[in-house]
């Protein structure tokens, strides 16, 4: 592939100090490109404000809740983190060690999604920075090429399904909204239909993941098929690095899909990770689209135990194919299509790896010297000490070397 082969030949003719320095444009495209549209809905609430909404996939329509009151979102930052700014605060690694709690705790999330654990095969250091400067990310989500990957996504949904606006009141109610949605889906899994952004969860590690399934169908020969939708920019398939996190992400969905149709999922971890009260009435919205889709509950425990019932009787078959689907943006036309080989005990033991860090057992890592043309595209490169710091090794090596 062009792009390994160019990295491939940058690295046996230059030094690791001038690689960190390389101009972008000695780069293929095929490297250039790690704009990937966020996954507006993953996890819900989710780390961005702008996941506020979700789409429930009915027969008589869909719903959109939209979140009302003053809750905050579980993986936002607190009020207390947004308020600082890293920047001014001195050293981001001296800081972090001074604080002593595990990082899960220190952005205040309950939960990681799985664009958290894909996006940290790319750089973990990047997910990091983007936790604690989200203003820098949101900036990113704004931009065009970000936006036209929401709307294909959006066009995509809205084939198999409409939207429909429910006001939430509590995180209860936001939760009920992804589990309503979630007794509609497994109806038509079960009918042999398609679903699109189908919600998965479950702990893994001892932390509890959330995802969105872009779509689950049937093939030709009666087979499950889990599907991810990738767009992008250029006409071009992503780099190897890219196809990583891609691979690792769908590997992802399929553990937690699989835990959550054998019947894996328990209610106490849901609730206990989620901190959901189960006793929590619906607000009034919530309770009128339950009743309209044929579901008489009350309570969000309610609601959980008839999920997780219907989860573990549906007889949904476990997934056969991971298919990526790669889309050029400009006029959604396909790129190509990649089936991904689910192999458990790679994607088992790069979660233990990635889950580490959140569970405070070890520091965050950037990208090695062989992937430092990654920083090039980086929106932090210019405050990343993990890069400094491999600059400053660099050049060591250079001079120890020039002196011998
Ligand atoms: S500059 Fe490089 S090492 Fe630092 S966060 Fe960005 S990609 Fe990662």
Same mark, same amino acid.
């Given at each position: 592939?062009?792009?390994? @082969?160019?990295?491939?030949?940058?690295?046996?003719?230059?030094?690791?100090?001038?690689?960190?320095?390389?101009?972008?444009?000695?780069?293929?495209?095929?490297?250039?490109?790690?704009?990937?549209?966020?996954?507006?809905?993953?996890?819900?609430?989710? #780390?961005?404000?702008?996941?506020?909404?979700?789409?429930?996939?009915?027969?008589?329509?869909?719903?959109?809740?939209?979140?009302?009151?003053?809750?905050?979102?579980?993986?936002?930052?607190?009020?207390?983190?947004? !308020?600082?700014?890293?920047?001014?605060?001195?050293?981001?690694? =001296?800081?972090? =060690?001074?604080? !002593?709690?595990?990082? /899960?705790?220190?952005?205040?999330?309950?939960?990681?999604?799985?664009?958290?654990?894909?996006?940290?095969?790319?750089?973990?250091?990047?997910?990091?920075? !983007?936790?604690?400067?989200?203003?820098? +990310?949101?900036?990113?989500?704004?931009?065009?090429?970000?936006?036209?990957?929401?709307?294909?996504?959006?066009?995509?949904?809205? &084939?198999?399904? @409409?939207?429909?606006?429910?006001?939430?009141?509590?995180?209860?109610?936001?939760?009920?909204? +992804?589990? %309503?949605?979630?007794?509609?889906?497994?109806?038509?899994?079960?009918?042999?239909?398609?679903?699109?952004?189908?919600?998965?969860?479950?702990?893994? &590690? !001892?932390?509890?993941?959330?995802?969105?399934?872009? &779509? %689950?169908?049937?093939?030709?020969?009666?087979?499950?098929?889990?599907? &991810?939708?990738?767009?992008?920019?250029?006409?071009?398939?992503?780099?190897?690095?890219?196809? =990583?996190?891609?691979?690792?992400?769908?590997?992802?969905? +399929?553990?937690?899909?699989?835990?959550?149709?054998?019947?894996?999922?328990?209610?106490?971890?849901?609730?206990? #990770?989620?901190?959901?009260?189960?006793?929590?009435?619906?607000?009034?919205?919530?309770?009128?689209?339950?009743?309209?889709?044929?579901?008489?509950?009350?309570?969000?425990?309610?609601? %959980?135990?008839?999920?997780? %019932?219907?989860?573990?009787?549906?007889?949904?078959?476990?997934?056969?194919?991971?298919?990526?689907?790669?889309?050029?943006?400009?006029?959604?036309?396909?790129?190509?299509?990649?089936?991904?080989?689910?192999?458990?005990?790679?994607?088992?033991?790069? /979660?233990?790896?990635?889950?580490?860090?959140?569970?405070?057992?070890?520091?965050? *890592?950037?990208?090695?010297?062989?992937?430092?043309? +990654?920083?090039?595209?980086?929106?932090?490169? @210019?405050?990343?000490?993990?890069?400094?710091?491999?600059?400053?090794?660099?050049? *060591?090596?250079? *001079?120890?070397?020039?002196?011998?």
């Amino acid at each position: 592939m062009m792009g390994t @082969d160019l990295t491939g030949m940058v690295q046996r003719e230059l030094s690791d100090e001038e690689l960190l320095a390389l101009d972008l444009d000695l780069f293929p495209t095929d490297c250039v490109e790690f704009i990937e549209k966020p996954k507006p809905c993953e996890g819900g609430d989710g #780390h961005t404000s702008s996941r506020t909404t979700e789409s429930c996939c009915t027969d008589q329509g869909t719903a959109e809740a939209t979140c009302s009151g003053n809750e905050q979102s579980p993986n936002q930052p607190t009020t207390s983190e947004q !308020g600082s700014d890293p920047l001014c605060e001195g050293s981001g690694t =001296k800081r972090r =060690k001074q604080d !002593g709690r595990i990082p /899960l705790e220190r952005f205040g999330w309950k939960y990681l999604t799985v664009t958290d654990l894909s996006r940290q095969a790319w750089c973990e250091q990047q997910v990091v920075y !983007g936790a604690e400067l989200p203003h820098i +990310k949101e900036l990113r989500e704004d931009i065009p090429v970000v936006k036209a990957g929401s709307c294909l996504h959006l066009a995509r949904e809205l &084939e198999v399904q @409409d939207i429909v606006p429910i006001t939430v009141e509590s995180r209860e109610d936001k939760w009920a909204v +992804k589990m %309503l949605n979630l007794l509609s889906m497994i109806q038509f899994l079960q009918a042999g239909e398609r679903v699109r952004e189908f919600p998965v969860f479950e702990e893994l &590690e !001892g932390i509890f993941v959330v995802g969105v399934v872009d &779509e %689950l169908c049937y093939n030709s020969k009666g087979e499950l098929e889990l599907r &991810e939708l990738k767009t992008r920019g250029n006409r071009t398939y992503p780099s190897a690095a890219q196809r =990583k996190s891609h691979h690792l992400q769908v590997s992802i969905y +399929k553990l937690l899909f699989e835990a959550m149709i054998k019947g894996q999922l328990k209610k106490d971890t849901i609730t206990h #990770h989620l901190r959901l009260r189960t006793e929590q009435p619906f607000g009034s919205e919530v309770l009128a689209h339950a009743q309209s889709v044929g579901y008489t509950v009350s309570t969000f425990g309610d609601l %959980l135990d008839l999920v997780l %019932l219907n989860l573990t009787y549906a007889e949904i078959p476990t997934v056969d194919t991971l298919k990526i689907e790669y889309c050029y943006q400009a006029d959604a036309s396909v790129i190509g299509t990649e089936v991904v080989p689910f192999e458990e005990e790679w994607v088992k033991s790069e /979660l233990r790896h990635y889950c580490s860090f959140w569970k405070g057992q070890r520091e965050a *890592r950037g990208v090695d010297i062989e992937e430092a043309w +990654k920083c090039r595209y980086c929106d932090f490169a @210019d405050i990343c000490e993990w890069r400094q710091s491999k600059a400053e090794e660099a050049t *060591r090596k250079n *001079r120890a070397n020039q002196s011998k």
